[in-house]
């Protein structure tokens, strides 16, 4: 098995890209569990995994549609599914009935509005090619978005959970919005 014949699905830009998503789902089950530490220390391995995949796959010539899809898969858990998570769980710890359920509705929209971004980013993009900036917000950009309101909420800056859940909900829309950030 060549690691870097580009026709190869375990290429070793998508074996790192296979790494993120594993990083993504371990992370879920420490925050299911209440580990939150633990996951976020995960998701910071996914962020550092997303970076390299696409380095790797420009550098040694490995980009193809089939690894577009499975970054996008692995942004999808690990900067979508698994930071929402995190804040829905650490805002509902000491929740229950009505609250609970509205800032379910709020996450699960969070969640399909992650989804319709990088559906609509792979249906724009051309493989190996990168622009100058993204029209809306990243969901790796999302993501630490919610880390901090996950950390506003955990030190008490921002103690009210509608607040924080507001917060995504802005969070979300900016996701397919037409703002324009730099590509790094």
């Known amino acids: ?14 074996i790192i890209t ?11 089950h420490f925050i299911v569990n209440g580990d939150f530490f633990t ?6 391995i996914a962020g ?12 040694y010539n490995l980009s193809t549609e089939f690894g577009v899809q499975v970054d996008s898969y692995a942004d999808f858990i690990s900067f979508v599914v698994m930071p929402s998570f995190l804040l829905y ?15 379910g509705f709020v996450f699960i929209f969070y969640v399909i509005s992650g989804l319709r971004r990088l559906i609509e980013f ?15 917000v990243p969901t790796p950009l999302g993501a ?15 103690a009210n959970s509608f607040v924080i859940a507001f917060m995504a909900l802005v969070i979300a829309w900016s996701l397919n919005s037409k703002l324009k950030v730099p590509h790094p």
């Open 39 to 44: 996951a976020i220390i995960l998701a910071w």
């Open 122 to 136: 792979n249906i724009n993009a051309e493989v190996g090619e990168s622009a100058k900036y993204f029209v809306g």
């Open 18 to 28: 296979f790494g993120n998503i594993a990083a993504g789902l371990i992370a879920i």
């Open 89 to 103: 769980y650490a805002i509902t710890k000491e929740s229950s009935g009505l609250e609970e359920l509205i800032l």
């Open 48 to 59: 550092a995994l997303d970076i390299a995949d696409g380095k790797v796959a420009r550098k």
């Open 1 to 14: 098995m060549n690691l870097f014949d580009k026709n190869n699905r375990f290429n070793i830009a998508n």
């Open 144 to 158: 630490i978005l919610l880390w901090i309101l996950y950390l506003l909420f955990s030190y008490g800056i921002i």
